[in-house]
C-alpha cells in the first residue's frame, strides 16, 4: 500500500523545500520527516486498518497537514484446502515417519490449520502461522494409524475443508510358524500329511513356500492374510526336515526346521529292499550279467527241485474186478484222487486218476489213465484256492 502526500497550492517560490511525515493513529511511520511525499507499507495486513494522515512542513519552519482517511484492511478467506502425504500416495511402511502437509490455494493474513483422524473428526493438532501451508508429523507409525485424515484452515471468515485421505500401513511379515499334522504319532509310508504355514503378523497378500531339505514342494497364496496348507502322501524318502517362507513383498521369512520321521512297515521294506537291490545290479552289471545269473538261477532252482521231488509217474492202478463192459460185474468205476506227498511249505502235489472204462477187451492193454479238460480245469480251481503255484500245478500233472 503506497501513502502519497500531496499538497494543493503550492507557494509560487522556487526556494520553498518540503519534508513530509505520516502517522497512523497518533504514531509515526517509519523513520519521520523526509523529503519523499510517499510512503510505502510492503505487505498489508488486518492490522494495519486504522487512521492515517500526513503533515507538510517548509523552511523555514512552515507546517501544514492533511486531513484524517480512515484505511481498513480486509482479508481473502481461504479457499482450495488440500491434504498432501509424504511419503506420496498415503502408503507408509510401520516404523517410517508419515507427514500430513494441509495446503491452501488462496487466503491471507494469520491461518488456523487443524488435523483430524477418522470420519467422526478426532482432533490431532492445530496450528496458526502467517503462511498457505502447514505440516504435522507421525515420526513412527503404527499400525494403528491406518485411517482417514483431512484437515481445515481458517483466516477468520470459517473453516474450509480438505477432503479425506486414507493411510495405508504396510507390515512386514513375521516369522512364520511351520506345523505338521500326521494322522499319528509317527507318519507311515502312504499316510497323507498336511504342512501349515502361517504368518501372525503382515499386510496382505502373502506367498507362501514349503521345502523339503531345500526342495520346493510347493507354494499358495493367501489373499487376505492368515495361513494355508499343503498335503501330499508320504513315501520313504520323504523323511528330513521341513520349513516355509512368507513373503509379502516387504522383506521374506523362514520358519524354524520341523523334523519328519517316517516309519516303514517290515513288508515295504523288504520290497524297498529288493527293489533297491535291483536297481543297484541293474546299474552295475548291465542287462547282459543279469540275463546269465537269472539262468544260473533258474537251472539250480530246477536241479533242486528235481532231486527233492518224488518221481511224478502215477502208481500202479487200483485193482478192479472187472474192466470190460461185457463182464458179468457192471460195477460203476469212479475217479481216483490220491494226495502224493507234501513237499516244502505251503506246496502240496496232488496226482489225479480217471479210470475210463473201454469197449476194447482186457486184452488189448491196461486201462488207459488220463485227465480230461473238465476234470482238470476244477483241479485247477481247487489248488488255486489251496495257494499252489502255476508252476507247481504243472509239475503235479
Given at each position: 500500500?503506497?501513502?502519497t502526500c500531496k ?9 520553498f523545500?518540503?519534508q513530509?511525515c505520516?502517522f ?6 517509519g ?5 519523499s ?6 505487505t498489508?495486513w488486518?492490522?494495519?486498518?486504522g487512521s492515517?494522515?500526513?503533515?507538510a ?11 484524517r ?7 481473502v478467506?481461504?479457499?482450495n ?7 506420496p500416495?498415503?502408503l ?8 500430513l502437509v494441509c495446503?491452501?490455494a ?10 483430524y ?11 496458526t502461522?502467517r503462511?498457505?501451508?502447514?505440516k504435522?508429523?507421525i515420526?513412527?507409525?503404527?499400525e494403528?494409524?491406518?485411517?482417514q485424515?483431512?484437515?481445515?484452515a ?9 477432503g479425506?485421505v486414507?493411510?495405508?500401513v504396510?507390515?512386514?511379515?513375521s516369522?512364520?510358524v ?13 499316510d497323507?500329511?498336511?504342512l501349515h ?5 503382515g499386510?496382505?497378500p502373502?506367498?507362501y513356500?514349503f521345502y523339503?531339505?531345500?526342495v520346493?514342494?510347493?507354494?499358495s ?5 492368515g ?7 508320504l513315501?520313504?524318502e520323504?523323511s528330513?526336515?521341513y520349513?516355509c517362507?512368507a513373503?509379502?513383498?516387504?522383506g ?5 526346521l ?8 517290515a513288508r ?7 527293489s ?7 546299474g ?6 543279469m540275463?546269465?545269473?537269472f539262468?544260473?538261477?533258474l537251472?539250480?532252482k ?5 532231486a ?6 502215477p ?8 474192466t ?9 468205476q469212479?475217479?481216483v484222487?490220491?494226495n502224493?506227498?507234501v ?6 502235489y496232488?496226482?489225479v ?6 469197449l476194447q ?7 488207459r489213465?488220463?485227465?480230461?479238460d473238465?476234470?482238470?480245469?476244477a ?7 489251496a495257494s ?5 500245478y504243472e509239475?503235479?500233472?
Open positions: 500500500m503506497t501513502l499538497i494543493q497550492h503550492p507557494p509560487q517560490e522556487s526556494d523545500q518540503f513530509f505520516f497512523k493513529d497518533g504514531r509515526v511511520l523513520k519521520g520527516w523526509n523529503s511525499p510517499e510512503f510505502q507499507i510492503a498489508i488486518r492490522e494495519n486498518s492515517y494522515w500526513c503533515r512542513k517548509t523552511v523555514p519552519s512552515r507546517e501544514t497537514w492533511s486531513q482517511i480512515q484505511i481498513q484492511v480486509q482479508r478467506p481461504v479457499s484446502v488440500s491434504l498432501e502425504t509424504q511419503p500416495g498415503g507408509v511402511m510401520e516404523g517410517e515417519k508419515l507427514v495446503l491452501v488462496g487466503g491471507t493474513g494469520d491461518i488456523t490449520f487443524f488435523w483422524k477418522g470420519a467422526l473428526g478426532l482432533n490431532l493438532e492445530t496450528k502461522q503462511s498457505l501451508t502447514a504435522f508429523e515420526p513412527t507409525v503404527r494403528s494409524d491406518a485411517e485424515y483431512y484437515c481445515a481458517d483466516n477468520g471468515y470459517g473453516p474450509s475443508l480438505s479425506l486414507s493411510i495405508t504396510r507390515i512386514p511379515v516369522r512364520p511351520l506345523t505338521l499334522r500326521a494322522p499319528g504319532a509317527e507318519a507311515v509310508v502312504v497323507v500329511v498336511e504355514c502361517e504368518a501372525q503378523r499386510s496382505p502373502i506367498l513356500q523339503h531339505e531345500d520346493t514342494l510347493g507354494n497364496l493367501a489373499p487376505s492374510g495361513g494355508v496348507s499343503f498335503n501330499f502322501s513315501t520313504a520323504y528330513g526336515n520349513y517362507e513373503n509379502n513383498g516387504l521374506a521369512q523362514r520358519s524354524e520341523v523334523p519328519l520321521n517316517i516309519t516303514v512297515p515295504d521294506r523288504k520290497e524297498l529292499l529288493t533297491g537291490v535291483i536297481e543297484v545290479l541293474l552295475i552289471l548291465g542287462p547282459g550279467t540275463a546269465l545269473l539262468c544260473c538261477w537251472k539250480r530246477i536241479g533242486r527241485r528235481a527233492r521231488d518224488p518221481p511224478r509217474s502208481p500202479s492202478p487200483v485193482p478192479q474186478q472187472s470190460y463192459l461185457n463182464s458179468p460185474d457192471r460195477e460203476q469212479h475217479p484222487y490220491e502224493v506227498n513237499v516244502r511249505g505251503d506246496e502240496v496232488s496226482l486218476y480217471h479210470m475210463q472204462q473201454e477187451p482186457a486184452a488189448v492193454g491196461p486201462p489213465t488220463h485227465i480230461e473238465k476234470d482238470s480245469s483241479i485247477y480251481s481247487w489248488l488255486k484256492k499252489i503255484t502255476d508252476l507247481d509239475d503235479a500233472m
